[in-house]
């Protein structure tokens, strides 16, 4: 969760609003994808340290097969 506070001498303008609501919508979806970006890195790691752990017991179990 993101908190932003503005302060204005002036009382903002329908341009400022607009121009603030298309700023956070820009910040929020940029939020989203970093964050989307880093479950992507966690399971890609997740993933590798699988592939790592398969194909040391293929490797077993090949030498296994091999000494019957």
Do not use: C, W, Y
């Not at 302060?7 to 303008?13: Q, R």
């Not at 910040?27 to 993933?47: D, P, Y």
Request: no cysteine.
């Amino acid at each position: 969760m993101v908190l932003i506070e503005l302060a204005s001498l002036d009382e903002f303008t329908p341009n400022h609003k607009e121009f603030l609501h298309l700023l956070l919508n820009i910040m929020g979806i940029t939020i989203n994808r970093i964050a989307n970006h880093m479950q992507v890195e966690k399971l890609l790691k997740e993933s590798q340290i699988f592939t790592e752990k398969l194909q040391t017991q293929s490797e077993e179990l090949q030498l296994q097969q091999e000494e019957l």
